[in-house]
């Protein structure tokens, strides 16, 4: 058994997409924009951003959260730069050094989902 998904609710796709490919540099497999999901495949397992319906409390709670997803980066503080030149409020955590030895920052989507950046 291996994870394939990870799902990722935000609520406006074309935000998202800028994010996810113009500043995480990840390249779109799927496009189901017309259908409210994009796929990305980052490694081993797929990305899968997908716009709720902001009116239904339920999904909302779904947009905005921790997302508990850690992408690897050999340079963190190059990306969180590049983050920063792309929306200066994005970084909710800066680089800093880990008691396991590594390196971790938090970012915000536009969605106001944080994800996680690791430097071993």
């Known amino acids: 058994m291996r994870i394939d998904s990870i799902r990722v609710f935000v609520n406006d796709l074309d935000n998202a997409r800028i994010f996810y490919e113009k500043a995480l540099g990840l390249e779109c497999i799927s496009d189901g924009s017309e259908e ?8 081993d397992l797929n990305l899968i951003l997908e716009t709720v319906d902001l009116s239904n ?20 503080a190059a990306i969180c730069h590049t983050l920063k ?11 800093s050094e880990q008691d396991w030895g590594g390196h971790m920052a938090h970012v915000s ?9 690791v430097e071993y």
């Open 36 to 43: 409210g999901y994009l796929v990305y495949r980052p490694g």
């Open 57 to 76: 409390t339920e999904e909302a709670e779904l947009v905005g959260r921790f997302t508990g997803i850690s992408f690897h980066h050999e340079n963190i």
């Open 85 to 95: 030149a792309f929306d200066p409020d994005c970084i909710v955590a800066e680089p």
């Open 109 to 117: 989507d536009p969605s106001g989902n944080i994800v996680t950046f």
